[in-house]
């Protein structure tokens, strides 16, 4: 069973930027598809970004050209560095693996101040 730890969440104020990291026990190899997925307060949880296992990228159209997805497979790491913060980009944010059926972290707390 494979295990998602989030960190790298915080405050900061619009136009900054913060980078999210995700540890995910095991090799990250076989997962076909990560990606980062958002849920703010009375809202669904929503995609932001995705890769798959060769590093395609795709974004959801609200954070195109201010996020950056990507994953370093050797350290059993993924990434989400988000410039340009907004204050619509605070929510909840996760790690997945495979897909709203799969593995989920904890989530870490993004909160952009206007």
């Known amino acids: 069973q494979v295990q998602l730890v989030e960190s790298g969440g915080g405050l900061v104020q619009a136009g900054e930027s913060l980078r999210l990291s995700c540890a995910a026990s095991?090799?990250?190899?076989?997962?076909?598809?990560m990606g980062w997925y958002r849920q703010a307060p009375g809202k669904e949880r929503n995609v932001v970004a995705r890769i798959d296992w060769r590093g395609n990228t795709n974004y959801a159209d609200s954070v195109k050209g201010r996020f950056t997805i990507s994953k370093d497979n050797a350290k059993g790491m993924m990434y989400l560095q988000m410039n340009s913060l907004k204050p619509e980009d605070t929510a909840i944010y996760y790690c997945?693996?495979?897909?709203?059926?799969?593995?989920w972290g904890q989530g870490t707390q993004v909160t952009v101040s206007s």
């Open positions: 095991g090799s990250m190899v076989r997962f076909v598809v």
């Open positions: 997945n693996v495979g897909g709203v059926g799969g593995t």
